[in-house]
């Protein structure tokens, strides 16, 4: 479990994984901070959910592309210059990994983000989320912690603007948002 949040008016909670690395905990704590700011409860886990209602799916895919626009905007990442020097859309573990350290967030995520503006397939994203599901499983099977924390300084995309929110809130009520 990476994280959860039970929304009450009086004092809501966000519980995050404190053995999980840092950039996931960033990620699930901007998640679950957007299912209180919708004034729903909701629950973070590392594998794919698929037995919940569709109301629930959307709900998570939302929360999902919140996090995401906050720690990756697309207008500043597809400036950066490793995108910028790739014309193929083929993706090296090395330019994932520079992409996942310059933004302080999981190569999981630069994965699913390339697919996301059209720079790489779904078959992209399913064999890298896999591939780095097996090598946490690995490591976990160790004993050791999974990822050393990451010190890293974003000085554009660090700004925590939720542009366009309430597009996006309607987007999602209406059925129209995405999923992997």
Request: aromatic share 10%; net charge negative.
């Amino acid at each position: 479990m990476r994280g959860y949040s039970i929304f009450e008016d009086v004092f809501p909670i966000i519980v995050v994984n404190r053995k999980d690395a840092e950039a996931a905990r960033i990620f699930t704590l901007i998640h679950e901070l957007t299912h209180l700011y919708l004034r729903a409860s909701g629950l973070c886990d590392l594998e794919a959910r698929t037995d919940i209602p569709p109301e629930e799916q959307r709900l998570e895919q939302f929360c999902n592309d919140v996090a995401a626009n906050v720690l990756v905007p697309v207008h500043h990442f597809t400036e950066h210059h490793v995108m910028t020097s790739n014309t193929t859309n083929v993706w090296t573990e090395d330019e994932i990994s520079t992409l996942a350290r310059d933004y302080c967030v999981s190569r999981e995520m630069i994965a699913r983000r390339l697919v996301e503006i059209g720079r790489a397939d779904k078959v992209l994203y399913r064999d890298k989320r896999d591939q780095y599901l097996e090598e946490y499983k690995d490591v976990k099977a160790k004993s050791c912690k999974f990822l050393l924390t990451t010190h890293c300084y974003k000085p554009q995309s660090s700004r925590f603007v939720l542009v366009d929110f309430a597009s996006g809130w309607q987007k999602y009520r209406c059925g129209h948002g995405t999923s992997l």
